[in-house]
């Protein structure tokens, strides 16, 4: 019975086996809590504004600043109109793209591992360590989907050389590229790298390299050239150009995160976590040690000359992981980590599964050696190599299975739920902050929406007074932690940047801003009453913010003064 179980497990995956993992996926991050957290005013302030603009006829980055790609926002908006103008729907499309980042992952691991034991492995591990179980409701979602599915077509490519695979990993890439650009870039890299390096080992000929180049160029120019010519129709390709440009270049100097204790900023920090235990970074640096390993493991099969199709994937989930990875480090601490660490988790199980069965081909190598060899010794051989198989199947249970299964409990609603169940506790305590008290957020773009109840309040306060207080068209100034008020409320923004600072990462964007918003004079201010200490240093931790910050403040001082204070903010009417 046993027997015929690990028979079992030695199995090649079915599709069968990935649907399971699906479910088990969908089942593990299920939360029927979604609309009941804290509202990261901030967050969604990046996406709301800029949806509703698009409504009113707007064109992305030719009439308001976008941070990430054009397909970003059109796919937020998309399922704004499709699901309703609500907080809830921008909520829901970034789930669904960190749920499809799951699918996606199980699927890839299908495709590298070769038993359904190490595919479940992989599959559990892979859910619990990179779902992001607080950002996955306003951050990553599609962006990181692109970029797996597009893995995911390379990896069917080289292990069949149909060129349909590549045709679509192009045309994905380029799905990628106009949603968050370096997920394009960083696609085409992981397929351009491997493709060489299977011309390099002879795994396809010059004719399918050159072949496959052009239908992944094809793909890719179908979804690029049609929208960059409408870009170009409506005047905003150069914009566009420009944004993308500055944002990779200077944002993160200009608005970033300035806590140098949560950054990779240089190689020198990088290798100093990377070689000291003790350092608060140590942890987040082992993935280097991963694609060390993973480069070694390909330069033995070169040098053994046992390269095959198989490891041109291991090469291109390699070259897109790392790439990934090293991105991560602009903010090592916050969800970019978790989700670099996709590609990363199914190249771990692939090694040790290949490292799996190279023990147990050397122990049936040593049982079938020719004549009398050394009895003895070949004895204390296979010995040696069945302590090590046991041994890894230990070692990889205990530092695999063992936190997972403790992470399940901590951080996932199902498992916390039948946890309370079993004690007789009520639920409600598995709200975010169930300590606090929470209540509904009351305005027509927030229904079903709870939160914390000095938050609620706020908004709730707000969009009445400034709902009653202005006509349609009237501007209303945000500050940029609450500028998704403008999409609460329904009023259009000072100018092109609904978040007023990332105005700040170009001298003649703040220029620019300061001469809208002085022809602008909008009725009415909402500014909080104090910002913590995270929207401190984004705001003021670059110094030359500071006097941008106080030029706002100053036009403040001398134009308006507060007429209602909420929970949270600080309402100024214009002085006439």
């Not at 980042?101 to 360590?129: D, N």
């Amino acid at each position: 019975m046993v027997s015929v179980f690990i028979k079992k497990l030695h199995e090649p995956p079915s599709i069968l086996d990935t649907v399971i993992l699906c479910f088990i996926a969908l089942f593990v991050v299920f939360d029927p809590l979604i609309l009941s957290r804290e509202i990261r005013i901030f967050e969604v302030g990046l996406y709301l504004p800029c949806a509703d603009a698009i409504f009113k006829g707007m064109v992305p980055f030719r009439d308001f600043f976008y941070l990430r790609g054009p397909f970003e926002i059109y796919g937020i908006t998309a399922f704004l109109a499709l699901l309703g103008k609500q907080l809830s729907s921008l909520y829901f499309y970034f789930y669904f793209g960190t749920l499809l980042t799951l699918f996606l992952g199980i699927f890839i691991g299908k495709e590298m591992v070769r038993t359904r034991y190490f595919l479940y492995a992989l599959g559990l591990v892979y859910i619990v360590k990179t779902f992001p179980r607080i950002a996955f409701i306003d951050w990553g979602g599609m962006r990181y989907a692109w970029g797996l599915m597009a893995l995911l077509l390379m990896c069917r490519f080289f292990k069949s050389s149909r060129m349909k695979f590549i045709f679509w990993a192009g045309v994905v890439s380029a799905m990628g590229l106009l949603t968050s650009v370096e997920i394009g870039i960083y696609a085409a890299v992981a397929f351009l790298g491997a493709s060489l390096m299977g011309l390099l080992w002879r795994l396809e000929s010059r004719q399918v390299f050159f072949q496959s180049l052009l239908f992944f160029t094809g793909g890719f120019g179908i979804i690029f050239v049609p929208f960059v010519s409408y870009l170009i129709y409506v005047g905003a390709f150069f914009p566009y150009l420009e944004t993308t440009y500055v944002v990779t270049t200077k944002l993160i100097v200009t608005v970033g995160h300035h806590i140098s204790s949560e950054n990779i900023s240089s190689f020198q920090d990088a290798i100093t976590a990377m070689i000291n235990p003790n350092h608060a970074l140590f942890s987040r640096m082992t993935p280097a040690y991963l694609y060390i390993f993973v480069l070694i493991f390909l330069m033995y099969q070169f040098i053994k000359k046992t390269c095959r199709l198989e490891h041109l994937c291991v090469l291109c989930l390699g070259l897109y992981g790392s790439l990934m990875y090293i991105s991560a480090f602009r903010s090592i601490c916050g969800p970019q980590f978790e989700m670099a660490l996709q590609p990363s988790k199914i190249l771990l199980f692939v090694l040790l599964e290949h490292f799996y069965f190279f023990l147990i081909e050397t122990k049936e190598n040593l049982c079938h050696a020719p004549g009398q060899v050394i009895l003895k010794q070949q004895g204390a051989y296979k010995r040696m190599i069945r302590f090590g198989i046991l041994f890894l199947l230990g070692a990889f249970f205990i530092f695999t299975f063992v936190p997972c299964v403790a992470r399940l409990h901590k951080r996932f609603f199902i498992f916390r739920a039948v946890h309370k169940i079993s004690k007789k506790e009520k639920l409600d305590s598995l709200m975010f902050f169930s300590d606090l008290p929470h209540q509904k957020v009351d305005t027509p773009r927030t229904k079903g929406i709870m939160t914390l109840a000095p938050a609620a309040r706020d908004i709730t306060e707000v969009t009445a007074f400034i709902t009653a207080h202005t006509k349609d068209n009237d501007i209303v100034l945000n500050h940029p932690q609450n500028a998704a008020y403008s999409f609460f409320f329904n009023r259009p923004f000072v100018g092109k940047f609904p978040v007023f600072h990332l105005a700040w990462v170009k001298d003649p964007w703040y220029s620019e801003f300061m001469k809208d918003l002085k022809a602008a004079k909008p009725k009415y201010i909402i500014w909080p009453k104090q910002l913590n200490r995270i929207e401190t240093l984004s705001l003021l931790g670059y110094q030359p913010n500071v006097l941008k910050y106080r030029a706002i403040l100053d036009f403040i001082s001398a134009h308006y003064k507060v007429v209602k204070v909420s929970d949270l903010s600080l309402i100024y009417a214009r002085q006439l």
